[in-house]
């Protein structure tokens, strides 16, 4: 598969550590120019000089995709430094889990800003070029949770839940112009993304359940989109759900 992206443009959203890292090194590995975005400008910098290192082009966006603004300007830079954008990847998100009675809204506000709100900023900031070139593919990590909402993950369940809404719409109204969307859901990951559970007891329960199992690792995620990513034109996948063989829910 190392030449099927060649020419292609990728924009990579929280590219910066686990799912993000590992994509944008696999969409480079296929042949693809990756812009990376998250917040943490020397993470970025270390991705983009592997890639290099290994033949890759790569252009680093530091931004903050709970901000709306921010989230279209990402899109526009990688269009302005690549000339075009024709794949986006809107993987940048948190996991607050906590119980509904005592949770921080405030925390939970900024997670609906980054999961949902980001995601659909960056998404409508894409569409007219892929538009006018009638060419463009938008793919929107999820997660299991946005099928099965478990005690503990109202909201970040809510976000997800959001996630398939609005892709499924956006994908009936974009696919006219050749426009592809799909949602990778993944299920229990080896990634740092507990690491943001505000609440002490549920994030040892959470780690406790996770380290009982075989997670998925975060190039499994990679796989998954580069697989959906180098489909011929006229195949598009919708949705991939995909947990470790040990995970029930």
């Known amino acids: 598969m190392g030449d099927r992206l060649d020419g292609r443009i990728a924009l990579v959203t929280g590219a910066s550590s686990g799912f993000g890292e590992a994509m944008a090194a696999a969409l480079a590995q296929a042949g693809a120019k990756v812009a990376l975005a998250a917040r943490r400008k020397d993470r970025l910098e270390a991705l983009a000089e592997r890639i ?13 995709f709970s901000r709306e603004a921010q989230a279209q300007a990402a899109v526009r830079e990688t269009e302005r430094h690549f000339g075009k ?68 993950s109202a909201a970040y369940a809510a976000t997800k839940f959001g996630v398939a809404g609005f892709s499924e719409s956006l994908r009936r109204e974009a696919c006219q112009d050749n426009i592809r969307v799909t949602v990778i859901s993944p299920g229990m990951a080896a990634t740092e993304l507990r690491d943001h559970i505000g609440d002490p007891a549920t994030r040892a329960a959470v780690n406790a359940r996770a380290e009982a199992m075989r997670q998925l690792q975060a190039q499994d995620i990679a796989d998954a989109v580069l697989f959906a990513v180098t489909r011929p034109p006229h195949v598009g996948i919708n949705e991939i759900l995909m947990r470790p063989t040990d995970q029930e829910r």
């Open 52 to 64: 290099r290192n290994d033949g890759g082009d790569a252009h680093v966006i530091v931004a903050d």
């Open 85 to 152: 954008l024709d794949i986006l990847i809107n993987n940048a998100g948190v996991m607050y889990l906590e119980p509904v009675e005592t949770a921080d809204l405030g925390r939970w506000r900024s997670m609906i800003e980054l999961n949902l709100l980001g995601l659909i900023a960056a998404s409508q900031a894409a569409l007219p070029g892929m538009k006018a070139r009638r060419d463009g593919h938008v793919v929107n990590i999820s997660s299991v949770a946005g099928h099965v909402a478990n005690p503990l």
